[in-house]
């Protein structure tokens, strides 16, 4: 049986390809490049394994920005058999705790980094670029940035000073994720009367 000779069943990706004039994935693999193992790897769930690099390609040859293929692509998500979904989140969870240092870390890095342009380490954010697009693919948000002054919430901040006041603002120092309705780490936060009390000590 030629899978890749057809497009028997209609999948988010190959509706895009035949609307961009393709007949089949073999005719889009061989006036693309693309090879057709990608595009049935993306039709089973697996883009998140697919590097980058191929879903830009791809998202190129369907004269389509990559926020928009993610769009097109993503109803297919809901039709993944569960098993197969609890697969995909566990493998997104192992790479989660791979990346964990850098993803606590890195934003705070970034916006030191931002406040000295003329630091060496400025050129190094356009190169992560890459892993935002992969925690926005895989639905992750940072609760608030570094630097945001927001209402405490214990549920999802951490205090990085005990004080024995009443907390109501607190100031993102190290940022905290959610995906979807799950908290993946709390934020690490310090509050702000505290801060602008260490302050005017200082000066």
Not at 103 to 116: A, E, N, R, S, W
Not at 142 to 151: E, F, L, N, Q, S
Not at 187 to 197: G, L, M
């Amino acid at each position: 049986m030629k899978i890749a000779q057809r497009m028997d069943k209609v999948t988010p990706l190959s509706a895009l390809i035949g609307e961009a004039g393709f007949d089949s994935y073999l005719d889009f693999s061989r006036r693309t490049g693309i090879a057709e193992l990608i595009l049935h790897r993306i039709d089973c769930g697996l883009m998140d394994q697919i590097p980058l690099k191929h879903i830009k390609a791809l998202a190129r040859a369907l004269d389509l920005s990559l926020g928009d293929f993610l769009q097109r692509i993503e109803g297919q998500i809901s039709d993944i058999p569960e098993g197969q979904g609890e697969v995909m989140e566990k493998v997104q969870r192992q790479v989660i705790e791979t990346l964990e240092s850098l993803l606590l870390q890195l934003p705070t890095m970034v916006k030191v980094v931002d406040k000295k342009p003329d630091l060496p380490a400025m050129r190094l954010i356009p190169l992560l670029k890459p892993l935002y697009n992969l925690l926005s693919g895989w639905d992750i948000r940072a609760i608030a940035p570094v630097g945001a002054i927001v209402d405490y919430n214990p549920q999802e901040h951490e205090l990085m000073t005990e004080t024995s006041n009443k907390v109501e603002k607190v100031e993102i120092r190290y940022v905290g994720y959610r995906q979807k309705d799950k908290l993946l780490y709390r934020a690490r936060v310090s509050p702000v009367d505290d801060e602008k009390n260490k302050l005017k000590k200082d000066s």
